[in-house]
């Protein structure tokens, strides 16, 4: 793939961010569906910390132990984060972090009948945003298993704001780190 500009890649997750707000809010229009409650508190916030932090130990385990996810997500880190400055980080966590669970965790959940055939059929859905070809199934397969673990957070909290924060807080320090190791190996 032909590499991105910063302007490119920030352009692309605001895009990205705005077509799945305006696909949540069109299916909340269309359907009678009834989006999952945000509520902000505490108990949310830090469980969703925890289960953020849970999630990047894990997926730093694996991408140390499974080298086919390492190059996957080596593929998608270096396409997405490599032109971005260190503070665009924070719109990557941002912008998806919220989009994405507003669509996936906080509308189509319930209206597929947030029970585990949605959270299957959700957590897929998911994980294919994820794959940009077919040589990315195992970036696929663990943002599907991501997915599972944010929709079943949302699901037993009954608060959008529990995934909400996972999500934000394991794109904001996975790209973090991800961008302070490589330019420490490009400064060697």
């Not at 997750?13 to 707000?21: H, K």
């Not at 925890?50 to 140390?64: A, E, K, N, P």
């Not at 996972?166 to 490009?186: C, E, M, P």
Request: proline content about 5%; glycine content about 8%.
């Amino acid at each position: 793939m032909e590499p991105l500009t910063r302007t490119q890649v920030l352009v692309a997750i605001a895009a990205t961010a705005l077509v799945l707000f305006i696909l949540a809010r069109l299916w909340l229009v269309l359907d009678t569906v009834e989006q999952l409650p945000s509520q902000l508190g505490i108990y949310p916030v830090g469980i969703g910390l925890l289960l953020g932090i849970g999630i990047t130990l894990v997926s730093s385990l694996f991408y140390r132990i499974w080298p086919r996810y390492r190059r996957s997500a080596e593929v998608y880190l270096d396409y997405i984060l490599k032109p971005l400055a260190l503070p665009d980080v924070l719109w990557l966590g941002l912008l998806p972090g919220i989009s994405e669970e507003l669509l996936f965790r906080g509308v189509m959940l319930p209206a597929l009948g947030a029970n585990y055939l949605a959270l299957g059929l959700s957590s897929l859905c998911f994980g294919l945003l994820h794959m940009s070809d077919l040589r990315q199934w195992p970036y696929m397969v663990w943002a599907t298993c991501v997915g599972g673990i944010l929709g079943y957070s949302a699901l037993v909290s009954q608060n959008l704001l529990v995934p909400v924060v996972a999500h934000v807080f394991t794109n904001i320090v996975s790209s973090l780190v991800w961008k302070l190791k490589t330019s420490d190996l490009a400064a060697h």
